[in-house]
Structure formats: structure tokens, C-alpha cells
């Protein structure tokens, strides 16, 4: 048996959706594999090899980079029992930090070093990963694909002047540099920032700053988290880059 250990899929995100489409296309084929999602556990590493225990010994364990920093002090009791392979969308050190946050990178380069091996989704990820590691590993690049939606839908092809960014507004997403370029081109561009984020945080606090700076307050606006695909299509259709 094939298990699969992911965070919650409730959550609208890339990487959750990434997760879903694996499983379903797994299920779909006739694929036997079982999904475990570790919901409303501490951090205890304990707690988690408690639930790993319960997976016979020897079984292909598929595990979410998202969660693998909490299976640090236990990696090495794991890669003994099972085969462990990775699937890192991102590493979880560079979610707040261009340059990685240095503890957690080291936890992730011990981890992704001893795994048997891992799957990312992009080249530009596989090489930032080669890059963590301590020994050569095999790193396979699986590509997201796009919804069917997003092909079926009219696209607008009027000569509009938005711009517009998809994704959680944090610094990995390096919205700045979006906001910097928006500074050169003529008044007649807006842009529309599309993501989760919250009033309080740093980073968009910081983004706040650079666009009162450079005078683009009226320019362009922060839509927020979009749930409904019908409302984002919209918007999509709408802009031009």
C-alpha cells in the first residue's frame, strides 16, 4: 500500500489543489493509495510517529514538504521503515524569507538530504533544492498543469492596460519588484493583486510603503482572497499581463 501525508486539502491554495489533482488522478487510474492528514496535532514529533507507526513496515510513504520540518528529530526512525519520498512545492524556509531562515533551512537540508528521493514542480525549484542538499539525490520535476476552466472561458482580447499578480501576498512572491515595474510604465496601467493577506502583516505593510512611495495608491488595489473561479476568471480576462 501507497500513503500519501499532505496538510488539510480544505484550504484554497497551488499547492493544495496540486495535492487533490494527484490524488484524484491516482484514484481515478485505480491507483490503492490512502490519504493521511495529520489535522489538529501539535507539533510534537511524537505525536506524529504515532500516527506513522500504524503504516506496515516497508510501505511508499509520499509526504507534503509542507509538513516534512515536523518529522525532523524522527526522520532518521522513518527512513528506516519506509520509503520516504518527498513532494516539495516550495521549502518551507524560503515562505518568509528570499534568502531562507537559517534553523529551518538546516531542518530541511537534513531532512531532504536522507529521504529516498523527491519530487518538485518546477526546474527553477529543483535547482534552488539541489542547492540544500548535503549528498547527491534524485529530484524529479512534475509541472502543474491548469484547469480546464481557465481554457473555456471567452478571453477578452481588448487592448487593456492591467497588470495583474496571483498569489499570497509574501515575500517569495517578490510583488515588489510588479509594483516597481508598474512605477515606469505610462498612467493609463493599473494593477490588481490578487491573495490572501492580512492588514497586520509586515510584508504588506511593506508593500503599502513602496506604493505610497511611489505614488501608485490609486493605481492599484489588493482584491484579496477570490474563492468563486467564475469572479477570478473575470478579473483574469480583464488584464493584459
Known sequence: ?????TPELKNISGGNKYDKNVLDYLYNIGFKIINIYPSNISNSPLKFLNILNKIPKNSLVLI???IAPKFYTIIDALIK????????????????????????????R??????????TVSKTMKKVIQAML??????????????????????????????VCVGSVIPRKNIEASIKTLSH???RWTMSIIGKYSTDDRYYRS??????????????????????DDDLIN??????V
Open 110 to 119: 537534513a531532512i531532504f538530504s536522507k529521504v529516498h528521493s523527491l519530487i
Open 185 to 187: 510604465l505610462d498612467e
Open 235 to 240: 478579473l483574469l480576462i480583464q488584464s493584459r
Open 1 to 5: 500500500m501507497k500513503y500519501f501525508i
Open 134 to 163: 548535503n549528498t547527491k539525490k534524485m529530484i524529479y520535476v512534475i509541472e502543474p498543469a491548469v484547469d480546464y476552466m481557465y481554457f473555456n472561458k471567452y478571453i477578452n482580447k481588448n487592448e487593456n492596460h492591467n497588470i
Open 64 to 66: 507534503d514538504g509542507l
Open 81 to 108: 521503515k519506509y520509503k520516504i519520498i518527498l513532494l516539495i512545492h516550495h521549502p518551507v524556509s524560503y515562505e518568509n524569507s528570499k534568502f531562507g531562515e537559517v534553523s529551518l533551512k538546516l531542518k530541511e
Open 207 to 228: 508593500l503599502n510603503n513602496i506604493i505610497s512611495k511611489l505614488n501608485l495608491t490609486s493605481r492599484i488595489t489588493f482584491h484579496g482572497e477570490i474563492e468563486n
